[in-house]
Nanobody, 123 residues
Framework: QVQLVESGGGLAQAGGSLRLSCAAS????????MGWLRQGPGKEREFVAA????????YYTDSVKGRFTISRDNAKNTVYLQMNSLKPEDTAVYYC????????????????WGQGTQVTVSS
């Protein structure tokens, strides 16, 4: 089992920045590909970004490319999502997720999920 706890959400103005963190525990963190997904109001959950086990590969959905950066610190068992130039359409609950299965990278099937953290961007 892997336990994931997100933090860092909150309220930001359009054009502002937030940094999300996701702390993992329970298993060897570096064995897992990590991802961030989000679910906006009235929308289905969507993929945002993913990172490989060593952090050498990353992948982003088109709408956040150039604005968001996913990174990880395996020594701290933590994955991050730096969000810059935020837009109101980035408003969502952001979820951290983990998988040990790298098949079909970057279209990963995640096994473990955090509880989510709310990000609200005002115009």
């Amino acid at each position: 089992q892997v336990q994931l706890v997100e933090s860092g959400g909150g309220l930001a103005q359009a054009g502002g920045s937030l940094r999300l963190s996701c702390a993992a525990s329970g298993r060897t963190f570096s064995d897992y590909r990590m991802g961030w997904l989000r679910q906006g109001p009235g929308k289905e959950r969507e993929f945002v970004a993913a990172i490989s086990r060593a952090g050498l590969r990353t992948y982003y959905t088109d709408s956040v490319k150039g604005r968001f950066t996913i990174s990880r610190d395996n020594a701290k068992n933590t994955v991050y999502l730096q969000m810059n130039s935020l837009k109101p359409e980035d408003t969502a609950v952001y979820y951290c997720a983990a998988t040990s299965d790298g098949t079909n990278w970057p279209q990963l099937r995640y096994d473990y999920w955090g509880q989510g953290t709310q990000v609200t961007v005002s115009s």
